[in-house]
């Protein structure tokens, strides 16, 4: 079985500008969450989306959205970039998102200047 | 609430000494437990888990009891190798099915090992 997939893997943005990153979870996952990873803050929750709903959403301003397709791809959104907002963005996907554990694609590393 | 609390190191070790790494948890309903490793330049793996209390979780030498009664759930191996040199992050995961807990791990903020030849 294929693995997470994230694209695009690395990104570079300049501060104002949005950007969109993208999921591809595990074959039969239904459940996608986002994490941001940062040196300062670790790892943080964004979002999980289970069946193309928001579930649960984490302590993120606005400009940090996200939705899932019916085929569970998933995608984020960052509006307005800040330079606080260069990270490593996980993706996860899990077969229902509840105890199950999350498998986790190899991130997405945005940088904004 | 839910948290995760491990010890931050950095661990260094010679190749074939014993590694701990110390994780203690907070959950208001049933959780299970997780360790990941984290490899420079890649995302998160699972590295093994345990789903309810003194299951332990095992892999690739590595090993991990959950205890209820002290809350933690030790990462430990018996003899390292170079290529465990990573960071580890200790997670759980909790059953209660609340909103707020739905698809979310709660992570400790990491520890970063290194093993020297």
């Known amino acids: 079985k294929a693995g997470v997939t994230q694209t695009p893997r690395y990104l570079i943005k300049t501060r104002g500008q949005q950007v969109t990153l993208s999921c591809s979870p595990i074959s039969g996952h239904r459940s996608v969450s986002w994490y941001q990873q940062t040196p300062g803050q670790g790892l943080q929750f964004l979002f999980e989306?289970?069946?193309?709903?928001?579930?649960n959403k984490g302590n993120f301003p606005g400009r940090f959205s996200g939705r899932q397709f019916s085929n569970s791809r998933s995608e984020m959104n960052v509006s307005t970039l800040e330079l606080g907002d260069s990270a490593l963005y996980l993706c996860?996907?899990?077969?229902?998102?509840?105890?199950?554990?999350?498998?986790f694609g190899p991130g997405t590393r945005l940088t904004v200047t | 609430g839910d948290s995760v609390t491990q010890m931050e190191g950095p661990v260094t070790l010679s190749e074939e000494a014993c590694l701990t790494i110390?994780?203690?948890?907070?959950?208001?309903?049933?959780?299970?437990l997780f360790w990941y490793v984290q490899y420079p330049g890649e995302g998160l793996q699972l590295l093994l888990k345990?789903?309810?209390?003194?299951d332990k979780g095992s892999n690739k030498g590595f090993e991990a009891t959950y205890r209820k009664e002290t809350t933690s759930f030790h990462l430990e191996k018996g003899s390292v190798q170079v290529s465990d040199s990573a960071v580890y992050f200790c997670?759980?995961?909790?059953?209660?099915?609340?909103?707020?807990?739905?698809?979310?791990?709660?992570f400790g903020r990491g520890t970063q090992l290194t093993v020297w030849p």
């Open positions: 989306y289970f069946s193309e709903t928001q579930r």
């Open positions: 996860a996907s899990s077969l229902r998102g509840d105890s199950y554990e999350q498998y």
């Open positions: 997670a759980l995961s909790d059953k209660g099915n609340r909103g707020s807990t739905l698809g979310r791990l709660y």
């Open positions: 110390n994780c203690t948890y907070t959950a208001t309903g049933y959780p299970s």
């Open positions: 345990a789903t309810k209390a003194d």
